[in-house]
């Protein structure tokens, strides 16, 4: 409701009532809001007292609130009520009121009258504008800019002009606004106002006029590269005195040195570093976070704005302290070793009487402390954390998820703290946020796992949120049972039959049946435990205690680890992406086949929680060795997303069911002319390359720009189609296609030469035809892989995998060290990483092995361990194939070898 907000208009001036107060009811009927019963009909009725002769300064103020009370809640108005309101509204024009003539300009802004129209107020707003009030020229300069079209600028651009350098800020301020707003229709225009904007820079009486002109002279240039850079260059040698400006100068020159990639002995760097040293509080922090922002690019830099925050941190104003934290904050994201220095004043910040401070003190320390003064900081935070908002104890949370991927033999340490934390008040937004973190260190194979299920139990025994109980259940149920004290953990989980609502009840009575399906030794006194649950009052926990009971009584073991061991559903996305094609096909004499719609195991909730936790198992994952693998929690959604952009193209839309979709290297340098990166898209028997080109000159323009491939060496491809992409402008990227058709069952491998093709249009000449040569996209393995259900246990899924296992021993003569030879095998394979991750091994490492998992084109599992050994310079690997299809493990060693 703009309007209203720039009136001040609230329900409490609308009621005459305080709007917190309860509302009182009359006749068990509430008051209605005055506002709220508006009518259009009836207020246009009261538009006569525009016409009045003797004006009614009062009412015509009450009934333009009333008409943009109906403009803001969306009435509509026709043309001839647009009309008649503006004629008559424009006749108050005669009344120099100051609060009637600003309501008379809010309104005519918000009528949007014709241009028609607009020549007839233009004269009452040029009148204005020569006025002696200050108040009326400002607000007509900026009602004027708002409603006129170019026909009528060259009228008003005299009166404009001289507003930029007025005496009065208020008027000179309303000018370059308006200015700013006329440059995103007709740049043209204002650039001709040059000499007088630089002159309002150097304004001194006030701070918001050369910051207005500032602005105004970025705009004016914002389309030359050049004549800005140059326009930086010359403002830092020369600042604006007011503050407001020098801020904006910092943001900009933050923008060229990113954008020219500056050197450290850059003016532009000198210029941050006397910001440093500025007058104005604002301006010191403003260059301090820009530094600190840009720490990648200017190290050296990074050091004096620590020092001026440390200053900061010493001031009384509490401001001033929290602004310094901030930034300090965020830079120890990125650089804690350069926030080390100022450990010693955050920790005077610990103990600071405004808790906001003290928790950003904490959580910042978190990040830049080393191991040993973990426990110290730890007990610290204990002795107030009853004393923070939940908002608060959620950061302190998050800091410590950090923590565990950087410090996993403290582990022990994080968990009691957390449990410490759990026990005291909180609400659900803190205990989530606790309960998130422990369980991402259970699923990522913490060693402290046993603690953090304790930890759990004990939470679970005096928890009023019934979602969080389920959540724990739920994981007790998965990991309790592969622990050393199994009977401890069944009796957690029965107590919460006994004792609970409902939805705590059933999820209990589930996780029961996986404690009984996987030991037989208790799976009799479990039985017994679910018998007592046939009686339940609820049928959901009546109905799964008859399921359960159902399955572990009988000896089809097969079902049992279906719906209890391994549950599964399906993605409703997949299956109802096959259904529409079922049904589009019309042949129903075969039947659906719902196998091909992708499962989705109960456990995937907990591998989501496990990227989101950023455990010590994830961060290691997301290393570099790693990085070509499949991410489980990831895939899914950007499989979806390609999903939909394929369909889109009549082209490829009865391809089917998408399988994978794999990214690759870029096929060119990243600082190349052009850009292009290859991701690979696999269906049933089409591979799609779908290229992504940018264009990194400003002053091409490339069209029909497309791939030409030659699938030679990739023998059983076949080129079926193509899409190109119309137009690839600076920093606007396009995407092209090639589509290839295979047999049916045939996994194709090579590699597709490609060229990319386009039409060159260079400083806005006619287009020329030219080329340019890009790297080979390889067509492996890892093109037919995905990620497969995810699992709650490696070693289990190895050894419950069933089918031909296949061993060879592999010599990489080419690879020099273990770490490469371990990107090179998951590039090559692109199965998800189990175990084994590589994200601490030095280059000199002589010895490695990893489990790796992931699902081919067709539906079979396939797993591998892979061992690497350096030996004389020379890598070996010995890999380990299983998988339910032999013909699968065969394709891969043939891909390996």
């Known amino acids: ?58 009412k015509c103020s009450e009934l333009i609130k009333k008409i943009l009370f109906l403009i803001a809640r969306g009435e509509s108005f026709t043309s001839n009520e647009v009309t008649e309101l503006f004629f008559s509204v424009t006749k108050l024009f005669q009344i120099q009121h100051e609060g009637l003539r600003r309501l008379v300009y809010l309104l005519v802004k918000e009528l949007r009258p014709s241009q028609d129209e607009v020549i007839i107020v233009t004269s009452s707003l040029t009148k204005d504008m020569t006025q002696q009030n200050d108040v009326f020229r400002a607000n007509a300069l900026r009602v004027l800019c708002r409603i006129t079209d170019a026909s009528l600028l060259q009228q008003i651009e005299r009166y404009l002009k001289q507003a930029c350098v007025d005496k009065q800020p208020m008027v000179s301020s309303a000018a370059l606004v308006s200015g700013l707003h006329l440059a995103k229709q007709n740049p043209e225009w204002v650039r001709r106002w040059g000499s007088e904007v630089q002159q309002a820079l150097s304004e001194r009486k006030s701070p918001m006029t050369p910051y207005h002109a500032l602005s105004l002279l970025f705009a004016i240039r914002a ?19 007011s503050p407001m400006a020098c801020c904006l100068l910092v943001r900009m020159v933050a923008q060229a040195i990113r954008a020219t990639k500056a050197g450290q002995d850059s003016p532009l760097w000198e210029f941050l570093d006397g910001a440093l040293r500025h007058k104005s509080e604002i301006v010191v922090l403003e260059a301090a976070n820009t530094l600190c922002d840009n720490a990648e690019l200017g190290v050296r830099h990074v050091g004096a ?12 104003r509490p401001t001033r302290r929290f602004s310094a934290l901030r930034v300090l904050s965020k830079l120890a994201n990125t650089h804690p070793i350069a926030v080390s220095p100022a450990n010693l004043d955050l920790e005077s910040c610990i103990s600071d009487s405004n808790r906001a401070i003290a928790t950003l003190a904490i959580t910042t320390l978190l990040k830049t402390g080393s191991e040993a003064s973990i426990e110290r900081l730890l007990k610290q935070i204990q002795s107030f954390m009853a004393d923070i908002a939940d908002e608060f104890k959620v950061v302190v949370v998050q800091s410590i998820r950090n923590l565990c991927k950087r410090f996993p033999s403290k582990h022990n340490v994080f968990i009691l703290f957390l449990g410490n934390i759990m026990r005291e008040e909180g609400g659900f937004a803190a205990k989530e946020s606790i309960v998130d973190t422990l369980l991402g260190l259970v699923d990522g194979g913490s060693e402290a796992k046993e603690l953090a299920l304790a930890v759990l139990c004990e939470f679970i025994e005096d928890c009023e949120f019934q979602g969080l109980s389920a959540k724990v259940l739920h994981v007790l149920g998965t990991h309790g049972p592969f622990t050393n004290m199994v009977s401890k953990y069944v009796r957690h989980v029965y107590n919460r039959v006994v004792l609970e609502a409902p939805p705590v009840r059933a999820a209990a009575i589930s996780s029961l049946a996986k404690f009984a399906a996987a030991h037989a030794s208790l799976r009799e006194d479990i039985c017994d435990l679910l018998k007592r649950c046939l009686l339940d009052s609820d049928d959901e926990c009546r109905d799964r205690a008859a399921m359960y009971l159902s399955l572990l009584g009988g000896s089809d073991q097969d079902a049992t680890d279906k719906y209890i061991v391994h549950t599964s559903s399906f993605d409703e996305e997949a299956v109802e992406e096959e259904a529409l094609r079922y049904l589009q096909a019309g042949d129903f004499t075969k039947k659906f086949d719902l196998a091909r719609a992708r499962m989705v195991t109960s456990t995937s909730e907990a591998q989501k929680r496990k990227a989101a936790a950023s455990t010590s198992s994830s961060a290691a994952q997301s290393a570099s060795p790693k990085a070509a693998t499949i991410s489980s929690s990831s895939e899914g959604k950007e499989r979806s997303e390609f999903a939909a952009l394929l369909k889109s193209i009549p082209a490829f839309a009865d391809f089917g069911s998408l399988w994978s979709s794999r990214h690759q290297d870029f096929l060119t340098e990243e600082e190349a ?21 940018s264009n990194t000159v400003e002053e091409f323009k490339l069209h029909n720009v497309h791939v030409r491939v030659d699938p030679s060496d990739c023998s059983g491809l076949e080129v079926v189609g193509a899409v190109p992409a119309e137009i690839v402008e600076f920093e606007r990227p396009g995407i092209c296609f090639v589509a290839f058709k295979h047999e049916a069952g045939a996994f194709p491998t090579g590699t597709v030469a490609c060229t990319l093709h386009f039409d060159l249009e260079e400083d806005g000449c006619a287009p020329t035809p030219d080329e340019y040569q890009l790297e080979d996209c390889d067509i492996g393995a890892a093109t037919y892989m995905r990620a497969g259900a995810p699992v709650a246990d490696a070693e289990t899924a190895w050894n419950s995998l069933e089918g031909r296992d296949v061993t060879n021993i592999f010599s990489l003569a080419s690879i020099k060290s273990v770490p490469a030879a371990i990107k090179a095998v998951n590039n090559a394979l692109g199965l998800e990483l189990l175990a084994g991750d590589a994200s601490g091994l030095g280059v000199k490492a002589s010895l490695h092995k990893q489990l790796m998992r992931g699902e081919i084109r067709g539906g079979h599992v396939i797993m591998t361990r892979v061992w690497y050994k350096l030996d004389g310079g020379t890598v070996a690997i010995k890999v380990c194939a299983r998988s339910n299809d032999a013909e699968a493990v065969d394709f891969l060693m043939t891909c390996i070898g």
């Open 673 to 693: 002319e052009y850009v292009v990166k290859c991701i690979r898209h696999s269906f049933d028997e089409h591979i799609v390359l779908q290229f992504n080109v």
């Open 1 to 58: 409701h703009r309007p209203l907000s720039r009136l001040g208009i609230s329900v409490r001036q609308c009621t005459g009532k305080d709007n917190m107060a309860p509302i009182e009811k009359k006749d068990d009927e509430e008051e209605l809001l005055p506002m709220v019963q508006l009518d259009k009909t009836s207020v246009l009725q009261e538009v006569r007292v525009f016409n009045e002769p003797q004006i009614n300064v009062s």
């Open 305 to 316: 704005a620590v020092s001026v925050l440390q200053l900061f941190l010493a001031s009384p």
């Open 223 to 241: 389309g030359d590269r050049a004549a800005g850079a140059k326009l930086v260059q010359q403002l830092a040698q020369n600042p604006p005195a």
